[in-house]
């Protein structure tokens, strides 16, 4: 048997207005983005901005269905418009912010697991990596310069 050490690079920020200018642009338009949930359900909103190589920001929020399955997160809602859109730029940059309507989310909330299989996708398509910011309600903001860094052992088209 071999062992195998997956480690992972990660920073954080303490607060939006640490980030860069541009960046906290981009999570303003997620916070705007998260305003839009339509989260009835779960009372959970998030809101995700991504920047793209043409300038153009994209964004999105999750909106539930109540045949649960049905609903879409917010950076799948943004990622696929950005896809179909605009199928020729690059992502660049995404901002993701999360709230819950019970109770104050002040820790980075990192998107799930479906997301980030799909974030993959877009980055492997693109051969470009996302850099991607994320936080709770206010509070820390979390940078991962890849998303091969929340998600190392990706499922990708290649082993199809």
């Known amino acids: ?28 338009s997620a916070i705007e983005a998260r305003n839009n949930a339509y989260s009835p359900y779960s ?7 991504i920047l793209l190589d043409n300038g153009k920001v994209i964004s999105g929020s999750n909106q539930e269905n109540a045949s649960y399955p049905s609903g879409l997160c917010a950076e799948r ?3 696929y418009y950005a896809g179909a859109t605009y199928p020729k730029a690059k992502m660049l940059k ?11 989310t002040l820790k980075p909330i990192p998107p799930c697991g479906a997301c980030r299989q799909a974030i993959a996708e877009y980055e492997i398509k693109q051969d470009n ?7 709770g309600v206010k509070g820390k903001v979390v940078k991962s ?10 499922f990708e088209s290649s082993v199809l």
């Open 129 to 135: 990596p996302i850099e991607i910011y994320f936080m």
């Open 43 to 49: 009372k959970f909103d998030v809101g995700a901005a």
């Open 94 to 104: 995404m901002a993701l912010t999360a709230s819950s309507q019970n109770q104050q």
């Open 1 to 28: 048997m071999k062992e195998v050490k997956i480690e992972t690079t990660l920073q954080v920020y303490d607060s939006i207005s640490n980030l860069p200018e541009d960046v906290q642009q981009l999570m303003n």
């Open 145 to 154: 310069k890849s998303l091969a860094n929340l998600l190392p052992l990706v």
């Open 77 to 79: 809602t943004a990622i």
